[in-house]
């Protein structure tokens, strides 16, 4: 059976805000966020284990699922539901190896093409951004648009995560042109209240 996705995949980057990723976490799932993934891009493993290993209890508690990002060793030492692969981490192949058939694999891609090669990639949920411009990323590929989300999201069966500059203003946008979820970090991150942000969006995204 396919992945069931929540609509709004969260993630738990600080940014340049300071704010603990724990706390972060817990203000997401709070506001009721049921798909978390620790993404800490300049964190040694070490710290992203540790940081993982203290949201997980966290994520379980409110019924949701932590997802490890790049680093599928990371994922599987902390027991965490997923990794989300990078186009330069390890192959889903290698990490399905690291993590069993039931954990959840994502991966990401910045164009039709890349989206049309992960379809067969065993992937058990692909990301498609930028969707719009965003400074959260270092060296984002060419922003998308929601035009050519609408037609890519025909070339892959697998649940579709849109990602890149999304806020509350194109969110449903973004789900109308055919991505499953929408995965967000500034637009709640940088909110005054993680936990209210959090839940506007949730509303404002609900069926
Ligand atoms: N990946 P924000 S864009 C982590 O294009 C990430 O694959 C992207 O952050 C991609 O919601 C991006 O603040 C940043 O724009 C998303």
Aim: aromatic share 2%.
């Amino acid at each position: 059976m396919g992945l069931a996705l929540p609509r709004l995949y969260a993630i738990v980057d600080p940014l340049d805000t300071g704010r603990a990723p724990r706390a972060l976490a817990a203000a997401l799932l709070a506001g009721g966020a049921r798909v978390l993934q620790l993404r800490l891009k300049d964190a040694p493993a070490r710290v992203l284990l540790e940081e993982a290993r203290a949201i997980l209890p966290l994520a379980r508690a409110h019924g949701a699922r932590l997802i490890v990002n790049d680093r599928a060793d990371v994922a599987a030492a902390a027991g965490a539901d997923g990794v989300h692969l990078g186009q330069e981490d390890l192959p889903v192949a290698a990490a399905r190896g690291i993590l069993g058939a039931e954990r959840i694999i994502g991966f990401s891609t910045h164009s039709e093409a890349q989206l049309e090669t992960a379809h067969a990639s065993g992937a058990d949920y692909l990301a498609l951004g930028p969707i719009f411009a965003t400074t959260s990323k270092a060296a984002a590929d060419p922003v998308i648009g929601c035009s050519r989300l609408r037609a890519a999201r025909a070339l892959v069966t697998q649940p579709l995560v849109a990602i890149g500059g999304i806020t509350p203003t194109t969110a449903r946008d973004v789900l109308a042109a055919g991505a499953d979820a929408v995965a967000v970090i500034s637009a709640i991150v940088r909110a005054p209240d993680v936990e209210r942000a959090t839940a506007d969006l949730l509303e404002l995204v609900a069926h």
